[in-house]
């Protein structure tokens, strides 16, 4: 996940920036810079494909002092990892520096246009399409904080942004759109300052402010002011921070499952970095240790889990299955280890675990073992005791889940997973290129839409309220949307204590059709898809019995809303993205209906993050 930092005021920004940096480096990156506003009005630049304290050294050498500058941490999700793709990316003419946290989705037709319109852009970046647009806004009478304003309108995607420009010094401008990952804003009797992460502001002044979507800051060594999307300027109340360090790691956020929901826009960033070509439309998972020959063996793979981690092992099997057209299936860790299965060197399993520690999976593992079958963990702890066992190991990169019940695991782990079928796919020659180009290319869509849809949290909130009543809830859905079904009851479960039943919809006339009524309402997964005609249908058969349904629909579906009670809208995605994007709306119910019932959706009652016991 990137780093940002930001200052502007009487002290050298240099040290400020690095110590910043330094901060941020718990989050992952592969390379690192700043910019500098230096004395004699320049706008001076240093990166390294790297880590922090090579670039001090760096700065150490060039002896580059400023007041005013921005420093970046990258993880790369365009363009491989070297200095021309680091951040800070330079305009034309070198008036114009910034740095950008998350994914511009259109960002390749950008880059056409300004190429015809004579920029010359240096890297493979899509960040860097972005100070161009600033550039040519500038170029045309703006000021700073109008032209990025404006050159964010033109952007499709979810993003964090901070630009600062030689012509107005002393000044740097941050704007957050969607929720691609927050701004603090930290507010310095000598100065300002801005980052990603509070940890960078807190030896400095504990008066913070966070930005919400859509909304800038513009600070000086003097002032900051706050506007809106519509460039009016606002009023933001600022934060005493007590300095703890929890409170430095919950920032705004008042527990630990809501902050990290909010995570998960950068993080399936995190995912895909270095890993996915949109360009090309091609992955690079060079953690997978089979050769083709071995991949084009294989004739079954199992995926094992527990809990959350069995839902996104059950994702995966129908991606595996649908795309490399191997036989797949998803097992219970705790029933797999006991049923004596059948493997062999031709089978390929996949233990899903967050922590790479949960006994059952890691005794699967043994079993597996024993029969020769080859091994994959998809895990978040490298050097846990499953990435040990496996052949191999593709690491989630979620970060830190401190929230007992999972949320940003999971959603990164089946974005690996879907990338992992494409990879078999390609190698076993079952996908067209035009498919497999495509099922890339969507990728690109994830942190835009988990971002607007974490933005409708006030819809969330009302459901929720009328929830808490309730005692009993039913989750539908089919195909893809079945494990998500089951993942969002096991949240309902977990936090809020409300029995909650996942179910395949298709097997409502075999038994739950006896349950419905009034008292129990549906949560009904019917994106648009193969299976909506089959989703209404079931729809019809809950409404017939007198049933309440909550459904989630993909926007601008006619006919689903005209039935049911109430609608909650999906970005328009593929089958299999639309399952993912499921999953944070069924979060957000979950966590507010938790707090509106005073239960603490951290720490659930007799649960804990890791089973390392039978």
């Given at each position: 996940m990137c780093g940002i930092v930001a200052y502007t005021g009487s002290a050298d920004a240099t040290p400020i920036l690095l110590k910043g940096l330094k901060s941020l480096e718990y989050r992952g990156y592969d390379s690192a810079g700043v910019a500098i506003q230096t004395a004699l009005g320049t706008m001076e630049v240093l990166k390294t494909a790297g880590r922090v304290e090579e670039l001090d050294a760096l700065v150490a050498e060039s002896d580059i002092t400023g007041h005013t500058g921005i420093g970046h941490t990258r993880w790369a999700t365009h363009g491989v990892v070297n200095r021309q793709n680091s951040h800070p990316h330079v305009s034309c003419d070198g008036e114009v520096a910034l740095v950008h946290n998350g994914i511009v989705e259109n960002y390749l037709e950008l880059r056409t246009e300004l190429a015809a319109d004579g920029h010359t852009l240096l890297s493979d970046t899509?960040?860097?399409?972005?100070?161009?647009?600033?550039?040519?806004?500038?170029?045309?009478?703006?000021?700073?904080?109008?032209?990025?304003?404006?050159?964010?309108?033109?952007?499709?995607?979810?993003?964090?942004?901070?630009?600062?420009?030689?012509?107005?010094?002393?000044?740097?401008?941050?704007?957050?759109?969607?929720?691609?990952?927050?701004?603090?804003?930290?507010?310095?009797?000598?100065?300002?300052?801005?980052?990603?992460?509070?940890?960078?502001?807190?030896?400095?002044?504990?008066?913070?402010?966070?930005?919400?979507?859509?909304?800038?800051?513009?600070?000086?060594?003097?002032?900051?002011?706050?506007?809106?999307?519509?460039?009016?300027?606002?009023?933001?109340?600022?934060?005493?921070?007590?300095r703890s360090a929890e409170s430095a790691e919950l920032g705004a956020f008042p527990h630990f499952m809501l902050k990290e929901i909010h995570e998960q826009a950068e993080r399936v960033a995190s995912a895909m970095r270095g890993r996915v070509d949109f360009e090309t439309g091609s992955l690079n998972l060079p953690e997978i240790p089979f050769t083709d020959e071995q991949i084009r063996n294989f004739d079954q793979v199992v995926l094992?889990?527990?809990?959350?981690?069995?839902?996104?092992?059950?994702?995966?099997?129908?991606?595996?299955?649908?795309?490399?057209?191997?036989?797949?299936?998803?097992?219970?860790?705790?029933?797999?280890?006991?049923?004596?299965?059948?493997?062999?060197?031709?089978?390929?399993?996949?233990?899903?675990?967050?922590?790479?520690?949960?006994?059952?999976?890691?005794?699967?593992?043994?079993?597996?073992?024993?029969?020769?079958?080859?091994?994959?963990?998809?895990?978040?702890?490298?050097?846990?005791?499953?990435?040990?066992?496996?052949?191999?190991?593709?690491?989630?990169?979620?970060?830190?889940?401190?929230?007992?019940?999972?949320?940003?695991?999971?959603?990164?782990?089946?974005?690996?997973?879907?990338?992992?079928?494409?990879?078999?796919?390609?190698?076993?020659?079952?996908?067209?290129?035009?498919?497999?180009?495509?099922?890339?290319?969507?990728?690109?869509?994830?942190?835009?839409?988990?971002?607007?849809?974490?933005?409708?949290?006030?819809?969330?909130?009302?459901?929720?309220?009328?929830?808490?009543?309730?005692?009993?809830?039913?989750?539908?859905?089919?195909?893809?949307?079945?494990?998500?079904?089951?993942?969002g009851a096991l949240k309902m479960k977990e936090i809020a204590y409300i029995h909650a039943e996942g179910y395949a919809a298709g097997e409502m006339k075999h038994g739950v059709n006896a349950l419905i009524s009034e008292d129990m309402p549906t949560i009904a997964l019917a994106p648009a898809g193969p299976l909506h005609e089959k989703m209404v249908s079931n729809l019809n058969e809950v409404k017939a019995r007198g049933g309440q349904v909550i459904a989630i629909v993909t926007e601008g579906d006619e006919i689903v809303p005209s039935i049911v009670d109430e609608v909650i809208e999906l970005p328009a995605a593929s089958e299999a993205l639309s399952a993912i994007f499921s999953l944070?709306?069924?979060?957000?119910?979950?966590?507010?209906?938790?707090?509106?019932?005073?239960?603490?959706?951290?720490?659930?009652?007799?649960?804990?993050?890791?089973?390392?016991?039978?």
């Open positions: 899509d960040t860097e399409a972005i100070v161009h647009l600033i550039e040519m806004n500038m170029r045309a009478g703006q000021s700073l904080e109008d032209a990025l304003l404006r050159a964010a309108g033109r952007l499709k995607g979810a993003g964090t942004f901070v630009v600062s420009a030689r012509n107005e010094p002393g000044k740097i401008v941050g704007m957050r759109t969607g929720n691609a990952g927050g701004i603090v804003v930290g507010h310095i009797d000598d100065g300002n300052m801005m980052a990603s992460d509070l940890l960078a502001v807190l030896p400095y002044t504990n008066k913070v402010v966070y930005l919400d979507s859509g909304e800038q800051a513009i600070i000086t060594n003097a002032s900051v002011i706050y506007r809106n999307g519509d460039g009016d300027v606002i009023d933001k109340e600022i934060i005493i921070s007590d094992v889990g527990m809990g959350t981690s069995l839902h996104s092992a059950m994702m995966g099997a129908t991606l595996i299955e649908s795309f490399a057209r191997i036989p797949a299936k998803a097992e219970n860790a705790s029933e797999f280890r006991y049923k004596n299965p059948v493997l062999n060197e031709n089978t390929l399993v996949i233990s899903v675990t967050q922590s790479g520690e949960t006994a059952d999976t890691l005794a699967a593992m043994e079993g597996a073992a024993a029969q020769n079958a080859k091994q994959l963990a998809v895990v978040e702890i490298d050097g846990s005791q499953a990435t040990r066992m496996a052949d191999g190991s593709l690491l989630v990169r979620a970060g830190l889940e401190v929230a007992v019940a999972s949320t940003k695991t999971m959603t990164n782990t089946v974005v690996c997973l879907y990338m992992l079928a494409i990879h078999l796919a390609s190698i076993r020659g079952t996908m067209s290129q035009e498919a497999r180009k495509a099922a890339v290319s969507d990728l690109a869509s994830l942190p835009g839409g988990i971002g607007s849809l974490i933005s409708q949290e006030q819809t969330y909130k009302a459901i929720a309220e009328r929830l808490v009543t309730r005692h009993h809830l039913l989750y539908l859905g089919r195909g893809f949307m079945f494990p998500a079904a089951m993942e944070v709306p069924m979060q957000l119910l979950a966590y507010y209906t938790a707090v509106a019932l005073k239960q603490d959706p951290d720490k659930p009652r007799n649960l804990a993050k890791t089973v390392t016991v039978e």
